[in-house]
T-cell receptor, first 110, second 113 residues
Framework: GIQVEQSPPDLILQEGANSTLRCNFS?????LQWFHQNPWGQLINLFY???GTKQNGRLSATTVATERYSLLYISSSQTTDSGVYFC????????????FGKGTLLTVNP | DADVTQTPRNRITKTGKRIMLECSQT?????MYWYRQDPGLGLRLIYY???????NKGEISDGYSVSRQAQAKFSLSLESAIPNQTALYFC????????????FGEGSRLTVL
C-alpha cells in the first residue's frame, strides 16, 4: 500500500513563530487532506489539496504531486494551534481508502 | 450542530459486553466510513459503505460489524468487546467520487475494561 511519512514527529514553538510541516508519500495520489486534531480529539479539516497551493488565514499548504510531497505552513503560531497535524492521502486508482500519516505533534507555548 | 454526529461520545464498558456506536450525517453524502485511532498508529479503516446496500471491510474489520440503516446512518458494533478495542473511533462521510474530501465526526472514545 501507499506509504505516508510526516516530519517532524514533534515540534515545540514559541507563540508567534512560523513552522513548516512536511508530508511525503510513496505513490501517485488523487486526494490529499491536512487535518488538525485538537486536544479534545476532534479532527478538523484544514485543506483538501491534491495539487497546487491554498491559503486560509495564517495557514497555507502546497502539494507538489509530481514530487510526492506536501507542505503545511503555519505562520504567527498561537497556542490554539497546538495539537496533532495529520496528512492523509488516497492512492490514484483507489476509490475508497484514505491512508493517514502518523502525524506531527505541535506544541505552541505562550 | 455538527454535520456528522456520533453517539456516544464516551463509553466505558467491560470485556464481553456488546457495544454499538452510532453515526448520523446531514451532509447528504452517500459514502460513510468507520476509522479507529490508536496512539502512535494513526487512523485505520474498519469498514466503509458506498450506499445502503454496499458494505465493505477495511483493513482491520475483525471483531467488528456494521449496519447501514439509511443513507444518513451507519453504526458500528462490537459484539463482544475486548480490552485491545479500547480506542478513539471516528465516523466519516464523503461524496461518491474517488477524489472526494472526507469529513469526520467528533469521535467516540471507547474504553474496554
Amino acid at each position: 500500500g501507499i506509504q505516508v511519512e510526516q516530519s517532524p514527529p514533534d515540534l515545540i514553538l514559541q507563540e508567534g513563530a512560523n513552522s513548516t510541516l512536511r508530508c511525503n508519500f510513496s505513490d501517485s495520489v488523487n486526494n490529499l487532506q491536512w487535518f488538525h486534531q485538537n486536544p479534545w480529539g476532534q479532527l478538523i479539516n484544514l485543506f483538501y489539496i491534491p495539487s497546487g497551493t491554498k491559503q486560509n488565514g495564517r495557514l497555507s499548504a502546497t502539494t507538489v504531486a509530481t514530487e510526492r510531497y506536501s507542505l503545511l505552513y503555519i505562520s504567527s503560531s498561537q497556542t490554539t494551534d497546538s495539537g496533532v497535524y495529520f496528512c492523509a492521502v488516497r492512492k490514484g486508482g483507489s476509490n475508497y481508502k484514505l491512508t493517514f500519516g502518523k502525524g506531527t505533534l505541535l506544541t505552541v507555548n505562550p | 450542530d455538527a454535520d456528522v454526529t456520533q453517539t456516544p461520545r464516551n463509553r466505558i464498558t467491560k470485556t464481553g459486553k456488546r457495544i454499538m456506536l452510532e453515526c448520523s450525517q446531514t451532509k447528504g453524502h452517500d459514502r460513510m466510513y468507520w476509522y479507529r485511532q490508536d496512539p502512535g498508529l494513526g487512523l485505520r479503516l474498519i469498514y466503509y459503505s458506498f450506499d445502503v446496500k454496499d458494505i465493505n471491510k477495511g483493513e482491520i474489520s475483525d471483531g467488528y460489524s456494521v449496519s447501514r440503516q439509511a443513507q444518513a446512518k451507519f453504526s458500528l458494533s462490537l459484539e463482544s468487546a475486548i480490552p485491545n478495542q479500547t480506542a478513539l473511533y471516528f465516523c466519516a462521510t464523503s461524496v461518491p467520487s474517488s477524489t472526494g474530501e472526507l469529513f469526520f465526526g467528533e469521535g467516540s472514545r471507547l474504553t474496554v475494561l
